[in-house]
């Protein structure tokens, strides 16, 4: 089995980005550089699976940041479309997320830092995260991604802790509180 992990930025209000996909604000209102416990996730996991519009943004950043495997789920892109420079990096995936998740736990894996706003819901739907980092960033942007949406039934949850930040962030770590 491959646990799924959630760590990520949004507003007060519950945005992950403006409607356009801009990101900018998550600079503006991080206060300092403190890495808020992304290093620890990051070298937790064994890989990253994200949306193809995450993976979209973060090519624009230019160089690429991840040391570790990133898959990227979609329907539209293909390998072809790649940038050469990735290549053994990145690959894609078009399955069911508990499809990939399976596969992946064949191939080794442990723990995969999912991320993307729809990619976390279809993944919470499928009952394939573990556990949520959530980092709450004192701005309300009124509109925008969210990070939640409609669900078929409740997902109860174990708040585990919450750290507030001199910066203002406000994190919290909820577990997906399973029947035994
Ligand atoms: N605040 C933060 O910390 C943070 C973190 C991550 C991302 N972001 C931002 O969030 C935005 C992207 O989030 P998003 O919610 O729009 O998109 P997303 O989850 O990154 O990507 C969604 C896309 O992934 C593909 N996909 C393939 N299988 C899927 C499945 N089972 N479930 C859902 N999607 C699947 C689809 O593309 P195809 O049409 O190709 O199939 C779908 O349109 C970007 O602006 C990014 O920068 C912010």
Redo the contacts with the bound molecule.
């Keep these: 089995m491959v646990s799924g992990h959630v760590f ?3 507003s007060l209000d519950g945005f ?2 403006r409607p356009d ?1 801009d ?1 900018a604000w ?1 600079d503006t209102h991080a206060g300092t550089n403190e890495d808020h416990g992304y290093a620890a996730v990051m070298a937790l996991v064994d890989g990253l699976i ?5 993976y979209e ?1 973060v090519l624009t950043f230019g160089d690429w940041p991840y040391t570790k495997p990133v898959i990227v ?5 293909s390998e072809a479309a790649l940038p050469h420079d990735l290549v053994g990096k990145v690959r894609l995936s078009a399955e ?2 508990k499809a990939l998740m399976d596969r992946l736990a064949q191939e080794g894996w442990r723990h995969a830092y999912v ?6 819901q ?1 993944f919470l739907r499928a009952d394939l995260i573990d556990d949520m980092i959530i980092t709450r960033l004192p701005v309300l942007l009124g509109t925008g ?1 969210p990070l939640f949406g409609p669900l078929e039934k409740d997902i109860p949850l174990r708040h585990v802790e919450t750290t507030a930040f001199a910066s203002g962030l406000v994190q919290s770590k909820y577990a997906i509180a399973r029947r035994p």
């Design positions: 990520i930025g949004t992950i980005a996909g990101i998550l994200m949306g193809r519009a995450t943004k789920m979609s329907t539209s892109l069911s997320p991320d993307g706003g729809k990619l976390i279809s991604i």
